[in-house]
């Protein structure tokens, strides 16, 4: 795995924001059966999605995030020199990038960097990489690193598969450049080889979209979705995450020169509740140092790690130190581990975001 | 490998009455092989027996038997 330490950066910020619309996974009982949606619900850990009605698109959450964050931390927007926009469901099918609309939403300057990065669960920690790296390579000192999708618009309504489990969220993490001594520390790796177990087969370049994409038929199980929606082939990505995570952390882990019992919280992306447990279970770490966001927000992709600080350790990251380890996996398949000591930093609790608020441009 | 452990194992998983299945019972007879056991199936071989199991792998299997096969010490 690649390993990176990054040094006089700290994190003094981080904010989600979801929008404000409730779907209780009851809602799905009239489709699936009440049985088998709390069967589903109890494996997945997913009790509501918080849910884009159709307007709210990844950066008017982001954007929501980061305007909360920079009011909260007493940032002048014209200070911060550059922003980076991770996420798998960008505002446009490919140009222009949705940073640079970013940019101009959040009143920051002209003189300001900012690009995409398509990721997803691993998004949030591969988006620290570069940000800590830009700052500590090139001289910045502020860096805004928006983190977020839309992901239950991707899903079809009658695939069981992803549409109870994926919810919408967006973040904002700062990022500055420090003085002391900090040490921020990474493991990344790839596996293209499960490039098509978390796929969109239809509407890029290797498969336009066309008369028959967005017709939706009869797939595996019950599922009926289209080429435009999202397919997930969770055995494959169970076994995935068996055979790469335990790894991922003894990497950080020795790379940090930390034992699982120093680090105060295990943040992994929130794939779902089974798999997060089990995975715990196997490596040996409490659970009460592996919070778990899913039952209110489920799985909200390249969110997921803000979206489990915002809304569980909050009142812990705004009063002291602690030690971090944060995990994201999945889509690609990619992954990354960051270890970091963090805190107190600003972290509001998470903003909700009304579907009028969506971007009229 | 205890079989009668593993045949308790799957009455838990796949939630069938104690002493109710056998190896050469269908998996699909059950009623109950579907996509969140199968992943429970992974994960269960994965705790109990050290196994990762491909997922494709499992797909093949046709019985309880089936099952056992991979997740018996190589």
């Known amino acids: ?361 | 490998m205890d079989e009668k452990t593993f045949l308790a194992n799957m009455e838990e998983l796949l939630e069938c009455i104690p002493g109710s299945l056998s190896l050469e019972q269908s998996l699909v007879d059950t009623g109950k092989w579907d996509s969140l056991n199968f992943v429970s199936f992974l994960a269960m071989a994965h705790s109990k027996y050290s196994k990762r199991v491909a997922p494709a792998d499992l797909t093949g299997c046709k019985t309880v038997g089936d099952t056992m096969k991979l997740v018996r010490p190589s």
Request: charged share 15%.
């Open chain 1, 1 to 361: 795995m690649a390993v990176a330490k990054i040094h006089g950066v700290k994190v003094a910020g981080v904010a989600s924001a979801v929008p404000a619309t409730v779907r209780p996974l009851t809602e799905f009982a009239a489709q699936y059966g009440t049985d088998e949606v709390q069967r589903i619900s109890q494996s997945t850990g997913v009790e509501r999605q918080h849910i884009s009605l159709g307007k709210l698109c990844t950066s008017d959450l982001c954007a929501a995030a980061a305007r909360r964050l920079l009011t909260d931390l007493q940032w002048d927007p014209t200070s911060v020199e550059a922003v980076i926009l991770v996420s798998q469901t960008f505002d446009f099918p490919s140009v222009p990038a949705t940073a640079c609309t970013l940019q101009m939403r959040l009143g920051l300057p002209s003189t300001c960097a900012a690009f995409d990065l398509a990721l997803g669960c691993s998004g949030h920690v591969y988006g620290l990489w570069i940000a800590a790296s830009l700052i500590a390579a090139s001289g910045l000192n502020r860096v805004l690193l928006l983190a977020g999708d839309v992901a239950s618009r991707t899903c079809s309504p009658l695939d069981r598969s992803t549409s109870l489990l994926f919810g919408d969220a967006g973040s904002a993490t700062a990022l500055e450049k420090e003085n002391a001594d900090s040490e921020m520390v990474f493991s990344l790796g790839t596996d293209g080889t499960g490039w098509n177990n978390l796929l969109i087969p239809a509407g890029g370049s290797r498969h336009p979209r066309d008369e028959g994409s967005a017709v939706r038929r009869h797939a595996e199980g019950k599922n009926i979705r289209s080429l435009e929606d999202v397919f997930m082939n969770g055995a494959e990505i169970f076994a995935f995450t068996l055979r790469e995570v335990p790894p991922l952390v003894d990497s950080l882990l020795a790379a940090s020169h930390w034992t699982r019992e120093q680090v105060d919280y295990f943040v992994f992306h929130q794939a779902n509740k089974f798999m997060l447990q089990h995975l715990a279970k196997f490596m040996k770490l409490p659970l009460d140092k592996v919070p778990i966001s899913l039952q209110e927000y489920g799985n909200t992709s390249s969110a997921s790690i803000p979206v489990t600080i915002n809304s569980r350790l909050a009142e812990v990251v705004r009063s002291r130190s602690v030690r971090l380890a944060l995990a994201g996996f999945g889509v690609g398949y990619s992954w990354a581990a960051c270890g970091l000591n963090c805190g107190p930093i600003v972290a509001p609790d998470v903003v909700l975001v009304q579907e009028a608020e969506a971007w009229s441009c």
